[in-house]
């Protein structure tokens, strides 16, 4: 079992929806967590960071994370159409050396 | 500043060709990485490094050799190259060498689409 899942979609929403991400992880022993955004051929560009349990907000996206259940959420309000990216999520290794990723979630929203 | 460069962006070799992938940083940044991207395997790290002359092994590592002689630069050899080795490779760096401390941000490049046949 990979240490961390997530769901690769695609997910599609309108313009405007709600949109809810998620990841799952194994290692108890991750502190700090990412989402990172890779648009189309780019490379990934860090979106969101949390350390401790609880909700970050910043615009449109929360990052919420669970660390007794150890899940992970980002929250997109108002989706744009630019907002149409793989949505990453990583985790920072308990030696802080390495991130490990997600399979990437990709989303579509159509105008 | 130009960030993180990659080159070449696309390249396509034959089956036990060796080749290297270039990676150039201008951020002065200590820590170095290669990931590789594959359809539904998500992003997966292959060789890292913390600073100059200190590299180490990720996820993987086998098939890649890396070296880490300057700050700015970390190129990825393929020995022999192989069709498993079709991917889209990631160079991506930290002005941090312990990430997680003021977000341990890694900033990617462009990527390079390598085909082997």
């Known amino acids: 079992q990979k240490e961390v899942e997530q769901d690769p979609g695609p997910l599609s929403v309108p313009e405007g929806a709600i949109v809810s991400l998620n990841c799952t992880y194994s290692n108890s022993a991750f502190q700090y967590f990412m989402w990172y955004r890779q648009y189309s051929r780019k490379g990934p560009e860090l979106l969101m960071y949390t350390y401790s349990s609880g909700n970050k907000e910043d615009g449109r996206f929360t990052a919420q994370v669970d660390k007794s259940s150890k899940y992970i959420s980002l929250f997109i309000r108002d989706s744009q159409p630019s907002d149409s990216a793989t949505y990453l999520c990583?985790?920072?290794?308990?030696?802080?050396?390495?991130?490990?990723f997600g399979k990437g979630t990709m989303l579509l929203v159509s105008p | 500043n130009a960030g993180v460069t990659q080159t070449p962006k696309f390249q396509v070799l034959k089956t036990g060709q060796s080749m290297t992938l270039q990676c150039a940083q201008d951020?002065?940044?200590?820590?170095m990485s290669w990931y590789r991207q594959d359809p539904g395997m998500g992003l997966r790290l292959i060789h890292y490094s913390v600073g100059a002359g200190i590299t180490d092994q990720g996820e993987v590592p086998n098939g890649y050799n890396v070296s880490r002689s300057t700050t700015e630069d970390f190129p990825l050899r393929l020995l022999s190259a192989a069709p498993s080795q079709t991917s889209v490779y990631f160079c991506a760096s930290s002005y941090r060498v312990g990430l997680g401390v003021d977000t341990g941000e890694l900033f990617f490049g462009e990527g390079s689409r390598l085909t082997v046949l």
């Open positions: 951020m002065n940044h200590e820590y």
């Open positions: 990583a985790m920072i290794d308990p030696g802080y050396s390495t991130l490990t």
